[in-house]
C-alpha cells in the first residue's frame, strides 16, 4: 500500500487479556520499528526488524510484550496478560532502509480497563 | 543517558505570527536529527538534519542544524491555524536502530 497500515485502529482490552496489534509497512521497506506513545510523551522506542531479523528489542517493557515479523513484511506486537499500564498509542514505522526515515502508521490506541 | 529535550513543551499563538521550535539533545553516535509534525496520532515527516548550518526549507517550514552546540531549531513563518499539531523532534544514531524522541512541542494556533 502506499503507507503503513495499523490495525485495529482501537482496541479495548480487559485487564489480563491478551491483544495482538498488526502493522502493514509499506511495500519493499527492509526496516521497522514500534513505538509506544503514552499520553503527552514522546514515541518510545519498543523493537526493530531489518527484514524479518528483530535485531533490536531493548524497548520492550517486559516478557509479556513480543513482537514478530515472520516474513519479513506484516509485524504482529502481542502483549500478554494486559496490564492498565499498558494503554498507550501503539506506533510502527518503516523506512526503506537504516537509514531513512520512518514512515508512520495512524497507530492503534490501547485502552486496558 | 542518550535524551532529546524541546522546547517550549507548548506554544499559544496568533495566525501570522512566526515561530521557533527548540530540540537539544545528548546522544552518543549522532548520525541524524529529524523533525515531526504530528496531528491526531500518525507523526510525518518534515526534516532530516545530518550536516551543520545547512538550512533545509519546505514552504513555511525551515530547520538547522547545530552539531557543535547540539541542537536544532523549526521554524514556521506566518503561522495558519492548520499548523497547530505536536512537533517532535528525534535523534537518530549511527546504528539506525535507535530513535530518540523528545516529548515535543504542542502549538496552537488561534485565528
Known amino acids: 500500500g502506499a503507507g503503513v497500515s495499523q490495525s485495529p485502529r482501537y482496541k479495548v482490552a480487559k485487564r489480563g487479556q491478551d491483544v495482538a496489534l498488526r502493522c502493514d509497512p509499506i511495500?519493499?521497506?527492509?526496516?521497522l520499528f514500534w513505538y509506544q506513545q503514552a499520553l503527552g510523551q514522546g514515541p518510545e522506542f519498543l523493537t526493530y526488524?531489518?527484514?524479518?531479523?528483530?535485531?533490536?528489542k531493548s524497548g520492550l517493557p517486559s516478557d509479556r510484550f513480543f513482537a514478530e515479523r515472520p516474513e519479513g513484511s506484516v509485524s504482529t506486537l502481542k502483549i500478554q496478560r494486559t496490564q492498565q499500564e499498558d494503554s498507550a498509542v501503539y506506533l510502527c514505522?518503516?523506512?526503506?532502509?537504516?537509514?531513512?526515515?520512518?514512515?508512520f502508521g495512524s497507530g492503534t490506541r490501547l485502552t486496558v480497563v | 543517558e542518550d535524551k532529546v529535550v524541546q522546547s517550549p513543551l507548548s506554544l499559544v499563538v496568533h495566525e501570522g505570527d512566526t515561530v521557533t521550535l527548540n530540540c537539544s539533545y545528548e546522544?552518543?553516535?549522532?548520525?541524524?536529527l529529524l523533525w515531526y509534525k504530528q496531528e491526531k496520532k500518525a507523526p510525518t515527516f518534515l526534516f532530516m538534519l545530518?550536516?551543520?548550518?545547512i538550512e533545509k526549507k519546505s514552504g513555511r517550514l525551515s530547520s538547522i542544524l547545530d552539531k557543535k552546540e547540539l541542537f536544532s531549531i523549526l521554524n514556521i513563518t506566518a503561522t495558519q491555524t492548520g499548523d497547530s499539531a505536536i512537533y517532535l523532534c528525534?535523534?537518530?544514531?549511527?546504528?539506525?536502530?535507535?530513535?530518540?524522541f523528545g516529548t515535543g512541542t504542542s502549538l496552537t494556533v488561534i485565528p
Open positions: 526488524f531489518q527484514n524479518e531479523a528483530q535485531l533490536d
Open positions: 528525534a535523534v537518530v544514531t549511527n546504528t539506525g536502530n535507535q530513535f530518540y
Open positions: 546522544v552518543t553516535n549522532f548520525r541524524s
Open positions: 511495500s519493499g521497506h527492509v526496516s
Open positions: 514505522a518503516s523506512s526503506l532502509n537504516y537509514q531513512g526515515y520512518n514512515t
Open positions: 545530518t550536516s551543520s548550518g
